[in-house]
């Protein structure tokens, strides 16, 4: 991250020779899409999904040529959470499902995280219009606690990891994604009123690893920016 904000500031001093520095500020609201019955819910069972947030972002604008703006900043993409009732194994909702098995007792699932990065984008503009892409250089970070989770192993991999967990014993137990900085993309439309710009993005924001997010795929971002010129 040092290593990206001393980018950012170098870009931030050398625009200062090609011309204008304009500072950008924005807020704006992250939508994201519906994740899969059973990724940390399941659908029959009591669960709250907050896969929508509030977003905000500040940069630093310079134009290099003639209708073309280069811009970098740091975007805080959206705070995620989600909370379900459901049991400890796959295998035993599906047989449920299927009116095969009673169901085990319900665990509680309760999940949090965060988007967030540093963007650079090229901004091509028409007389009001634009249209912009670039890269999120970002961590997308996910974290679920459970309480009264089940081992759902009979080889014994459960008492090997939880020396308490028997078959079926209930361990509370903590997973999260991997919080790498990844790249990702961004591309998105926009109007301008004056100082003033509206925008609508479409931003990568895969995560990675073995437990993934409720959020996955594309986000879309609309947001209002002030640009200080």
């Known amino acids: 991250m040092r290593k990206l904000l001393l980018v950012l500031v170098t870009l931030g001093l ?56 280069l811009v970098v900043g740091y975007q805080h993409l959206g705070s995620f959470s989600s909370y379900a009732k459901a049991s400890s194994s796959d295998m035993n909702y599906e047989e449920w499902r299927r009116g095969e098995s009673e169901i085990w007792p319900l665990a509680t699932w309760e999940g949090s995280g965060r988007v967030h990065g540093i963007y650079s984008k090229i901004q091509y503009n028409f007389k009001h219009f634009f249209i912009t892409g670039g890269g999120f250089y970002h961590v997308s970070e996910y974290k679920m606690e459970i ?70 795929g594309e986000a879309q971002n609309i947001s209002i920016t002030y640009t200080f010129k």
């Not at 899409?33 to 604008?61: M, T, V």
């Not at 925008?199 to 995560?207: A, F, K, N």
């Open 147 to 216: 309480t009264d989770w089940r081992c759902a192993s009979r080889d014994g991999r459960c008492s090997k990891d939880y020396p308490k967990a028997d078959y079926g014993d209930p361990v509370e137990r903590t997973v999260h994604s991997d919080e790498e900085h990844q790249w990702g993309w961004s591309i998105g439309v926009g109007k301008e009123f004056g100082p003033v710009s509206i925008s609508y993005e479409v931003v990568d924001i895969l995560t990675k690893g073995r437990y993934p997010a409720i959020y996955a």
């Open 14 to 69: 050398f625009s200062t020779s090609v011309n204008s520095l304009e500072l950008d500020v924005g807020v704006g609201y992250t939508l994201t899409k519906q994740p899969a019955n059973g990724l940390w819910y399941q659908e029959e069972f009591d669960h709250k999904l907050e896969k929508n947030s509030p977003s905000f972002n500040i940069g630093l604008r310079f134009n290099p040529i003639e209708k073309v703006d």
